[in-house]
């Protein structure tokens, strides 16, 4: 719908919309597409460095996802972190139409300082967080990880583990939005 690498150039809030945020390479275009059931939709840049956008999905005019620039590369100039801040700072900030935003975290290595970083910034958001590549992870360690992060959702693209629940969430974010838009 839109690709925006500017917080001026945003487009109209319209329907409901859910964020997804994650540190680069954690496998947050691959969970977009095994949720959305699409091949391809989202795919990122994957060159440190590169100008980053906020990319704008539309789902059938009634609710909207939106891919937001990843972050955290170790090497990233100091300039693209500050535009990072910038855009995305610039979206959360602004944007009434956000229900919800969808923390991608690698299940190998949750909650990093980075990671956590992100939740500080997501501030109020409501947010879930999925544990993903949970495919590389034996029985017993996604096990001890349910029990450590109970609220998480345990995610694999690969397997397609965890997709479904977390499409029915979604869809009751975007439920509950509906229902406070037109109330009965
Ligand atoms: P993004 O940078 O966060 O958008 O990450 P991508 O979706 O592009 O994935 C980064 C790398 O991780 C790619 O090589 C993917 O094939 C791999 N990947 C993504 N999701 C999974 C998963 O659930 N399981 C496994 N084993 N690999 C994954």
Redesign the pocket.
């Known amino acids: 719908m839109a690709s925006v690498g500017q917080p001026g150039e945003l487009p109209s809030a319209g329907p409901p919309e859910v964020a997804f945020a994650?540190?680069?390479?954690?496998?947050?275009?691959?969970?977009?597409?095994?949720i959305l059931g699409r091949k391809r939709l989202?795919?990122?840049s994957?060159t440190p460095g590169r100008t980053q956008t906020i990319n704008f999905y539309d789902l059938g005019g009634a609710a909207r996802l939106v891919d937001l620039p990843?972050y955290g590369y170790a090497r990233v100039p100091h300039t693209v972190r500050a535009q990072w801040r910038t855009l995305v700072g610039g979206y959360l900030g602004s944007r009434n139409s956000l229900v919800g935003v969808v923390v991608?975290m690698d299940a190998r290595h949750p909650y990093t300082a980075l990671d956590e970083q992100l939740l500080q910034w997501l501030g109020d958001a409501r947010t879930l967080v999925l544990l993903?590549?949970?495919?590389?992870l034996s029985r017993t360690e996604q096990r001890h990880l349910a029990r450590e992060f109970p609220d998480a959702l345990i995610?694999?693209?690969?397997?397609r583990q965890g997709v479904e629940e977390c499409r029915d969430l979604l869809e009751r974010w975007l439920q509950q939005a509906a229902e406070i838009k037109s109330p009965r």
Not at 22 to 34: D, E, F, L, P, T
């Open positions: 994650g540190r680069s390479n954690v496998g947050k275009s691959s969970a977009i597409n095994a989202a795919y990122a994957k990843g991608i993903s590549k949970a495919d590389k995610f694999s693209s690969v397997t």
